[in-house]
């Protein structure tokens, strides 16, 4: 399998479940990113992790949690969520997080996550 | 604080020519991206700029003014499928991504 894979693509859950999402990607990349999407805002950047190193954590809410395993594989821990939260979660990879050039993302499809 | 501005919708003609564009006022500036995202799809990456100009790569062209803070996203001969969200985004001087809301393309018969 090639590209960056997420699962699950739908996810439901309640204000006090805990559930995770799970990024895999088959590039050779070096940095694994969490995106947030929500209708009409521009993506927000979660984490970054190069290396298997997290190097960017952009003030986010401690109810999201994230794994890097190895540099293949990358997870988000979601607990004790609030509808606002409610979004797509998009997983994206590139050869390295902070270069000059175009260091361009490959996304995958996203989990669409809805909290009621 | 950083902005990038593009238009929420636009709509157009099949066979027609569009043009979407872009404005930016970032933290320096190290290249401007496109990127296509099609209903429940990943975003998958059009084009880069970092020099002033245009880039044309098919039925798709890019053009990047730094001066003015402005880009635009030219395609022609639409298709029906290049119905898809555009998104712009800018690398600033920490190398970070600054994102637009993206642009929604509807393409009419």
């Known amino acids: 399998e090639t590209g960056v894979t997420q699962t699950p693509r739908h996810l439901v859950m309640g204000m006090t479940n805990k559930k995770s999402l799970k990024c895999e990607q088959h590039?050779?990349?070096?940095?694994m990113y969490w995106y947030k999407q929500s209708a009409k805002k521009p993506l927000e950047l979660m984490f970054v992790?190069?290396?298997?190193?997290?190097?960017e954590n952009n003030s986010v809410p401690s109810r999201f949690s994230p794994e890097c395993p190895n540099s293949s594989h990358l997870f988000l821990h979601l607990h004790t969520l609030q509808p606002e939260d409610s979004a797509l979660y998009l997983c994206?990879?590139?050869?390295?997080?902070?270069?000059?050039?175009?260091?361009?993302?490959?996304f995958g499809a996203g989990s669409r996550l809805t909290v009621l | 604080g950083q902005n990038i501005d593009q238009p929420t919708e636009m709509t157009a003609t099949e066979g027609a020519i569009v043009q979407i564009n872009c404005t930016y006022q970032?933290?320096?500036?190290?290249?401007l991206f496109w990127y296509q995202q099609h209903a429940g799809e990943a975003p998958t990456f059009l084009s880069y700029?970092?020099l002033d100009g245009l880039e044309e790569k098919g039925r798709f062209s890019s053009f990047l003014s730094r001066s003015k803070g402005y880009s635009y996203l030219l395609l022609k001969e639409l298709q029906m499928k290049d119905s898809a969200s555009y998104l712009c985004?800018?690398?600033?001087?920490?190398?970070?991504?600054?994102w637009g809301a993206g642009t929604k393309l509807i393409i009419k018969p």
């Open positions: 970032t933290s320096g500036f190290n290249g």
């Open positions: 992790y190069s290396l298997e190193e997290r190097v």
């Open positions: 985004a800018v690398k600033d001087s920490n190398y970070q991504l600054i």
């Open positions: 700029n970092v």
């Open positions: 994206a990879s590139s050869q390295s997080p902070s270069t000059s050039g175009a260091n361009v993302l490959t």
């Open positions: 590039l050779g990349h070096n940095a």
